[in-house]
């Protein structure tokens, strides 16, 4: 055990900027020869002082600019594929990427298209893009989702019933330009949200089961996207979820307190950073398939999901000891029942329902949730406890209900 978790890996963009500003380094960062930019941008970006400034930023430069602005949460296949289609016209050479998760994930994409061709279904899954993609730079404008560190972009397939990751090295951005300045006009809700959904990066991340030392020898077998616990990350989920579980209420509270606002992008930045090779597990799994029958935000299924999550993990011995760690980084006991207590406090002064029952979920379609959820193996298997359809399923019922058994490892 002790050797498995003295195992870790990194995967990062070469370079990573945070703090105020750090958006005017946006053309010093560009590839040298990069002249065709296309600009991937959140459709409420259109036509803002943000925009506008980084546009003059980079046509102030030379570069001659493309907008790309239909994105939506879902991210349609057929709407990246026709946006591929047109930058190929275009002759974009390097993708600039501003927004939320959504905006990110779709230049990721977009790149991936762009340097190997559709269809995108081809590279459903994990280890499945050839090689270099076109290089992005990403500029995210909510402190969540870490899309601009990590190595998956999710898609919606219309012939499917959940979202499909497509999860793989090369989608790691080129850049990443984390300035606090761009998240300040997003919403409470967003916010909240955004941040609790970080929040879950960093716990999940920390208490996923220890990296696998057969992985990480094997020379023949490319290494798992997501490889569980990982000794190079842990200090930077305690970080993370520390600083999150401190100062999101406060940004919620005030989205003008600068402080809140830029110690929110450092952690989310390094919930990105920490689950990027580590992966994340069963708040996630469940919330796929329960986003898509609510039609909820992400971070609101998750961060709704996670006391449940670990309320149950914690009926493990070693699990329970995991937990409990983070008591210290919330300021609360060394016990997973402190920490569980903690987690559902904040999720009350930020907004984020108490139970599924609040979401429209019925108990008739908890077993096809958990079906749902089983089909997410990378996200499953790092589960720091087997996860099977009756653990999954006690997690949904206590939730459903609203029940948190208090219990840990005898």
Do not use: C
């Amino acid at each position: 055990m002790t050797d498995a978790w003295l195992k870790g890996t990194l995967r990062l963009p070469p370079r990573v900027h945070v703090g105020f500003g750090v958006r005017q380094r946006l053309v010093a960062e560009l590839p040298a020869d990069s002249e065709r930019v296309l600009a991937v941008i959140d459709p409420f970006l259109v036509g803002t002082p943000i925009w506008a400034q980084l546009r003059t930023l980079l046509e102030g430069a030379g570069r001659q600019v493309s907008v790309y602005s239909d994105i939506t949460p879902e991210l349609p296949v057929d709407s990246l594929t026709a946006a591929a289609a047109d930058a190929a016209d275009f002759g974009a050479q390097v993708i600039v990427a501003v927004g939320g998760g959504s905006a990110l994930d779709a230049g990721k994409l977009i790149a991936l298209l762009l340097a190997h061709g559709g269809p995108l279904s081809r590279y459903y899954g994990e280890n499945r893009v050839p090689g270099p993609v076109l290089p992005v730079v990403a500029l995210p404008t909510t402190a969540g989702t870490g899309s601009e560190v990590t190595p998956v972009a999710v898609i919606a397939d219309s012939e499917r019933e959940l979202k499909v990751g497509v999860s793989s090295p090369y989608l790691v951005p080129a850049v990443a330009l984390v300035d606090p300045e761009l998240t300040m006009a997003a919403p409470a809700s967003v916010t909240a949200f955004a941040g609790i959904d970080a929040l879950v990066h960093a716990v999940e991340s920390y208490t996923a089961a220890p990296f696998s030392s057969e992985a990480a020898t094997d020379s023949a077998a490319a290494l798992p996207v997501f490889t569980g616990r990982n000794v190079l990350t842990a200090g930077l989920s305690l970080q993370a979820a520390g600083r999150i579980h401190r100062w999101l209420p406060v940004a919620v509270r005030d989205g003008g307190d600068r402080r809140a606002r830029a110690e929110l992008s450092v952690g989310a930045l390094q919930a990105g950073i920490a689950f990027g090779p580590t992966g994340t597990h069963l708040s996630h799994a469940l919330q796929y398939p329960i986003g898509a029958l609510t039609k909820t935000p992400h971070g609101l299924g998750t961060g709704l999901l996670l006391p449940y999550v670990l309320d149950i993990l914690a009926q493990d011995a070693e699990a329970a000891l995991r937990i409990g760690e983070l008591g210290a980084t919330f300021g609360v006991a060394a016990d997973p029942g402190a920490v569980v207590a903690a987690l559902v406090e904040l999720n009350r002064l930020i907004g984020v329902p108490p139970d599924l029952a609040e979401l429209g979920i019925e108990r008739g379609q908890l077993p096809r949730i958990v079906e749902l959820a089983l089909q997410s193996q990378r996200l499953v298997a790092i589960s720091p406890v087997p996860a099977d359809a009756v653990l999954l399923h006690e997690i949904l019922d206590n939730a459903l209900a609203g029940t948190l058994t208090g219990g840990s490892a005898s």
